[in-house]
């Protein structure tokens, strides 16, 4: 790509993250409402507890495939506790 004149799309992207973030004045909109309602406070956090425990299973279940598929060539035998 050198001599292209162009830059990594990566680079791009970040510019134009950093652009768009100056622009902002403030906090995120909606941010103010959540805040001031008990109510909808509540919903938020039990939203993001749910979003984090989501994500422990997905990783849990992402690490779980990567062993599996580590122990295919090897003669470990593992046991995953299904019917392999």
């Known amino acids: 790509m050198a001599g292209s004149g162009l830059l990594p799309l990566r680079f791009r992207v970040e510019g134009r993250t950093r652009e768009a973030a100056r622009k902002l004045k403030g906090p995120a909109p909606g ?20 979003a984090l425990y989501a994500s422990k299973i ?23 506790g299904g019917s392999r």
Request: charged share 20%; proline share 2%; hydrophobic share 35%.
């Open 31 to 50: 941010a103010h409402d959540i805040a001031a309602n008990p109510e909808k406070k509540k919903a938020f956090i039990n939203d993001i507890m749910r």
């Open 58 to 80: 997905v990783s849990y279940a992402q690490g779980y495939h990567a062993h599996a598929r580590s122990g295919e060539g090897t003669q470990m035998n593992l046991n995953y």
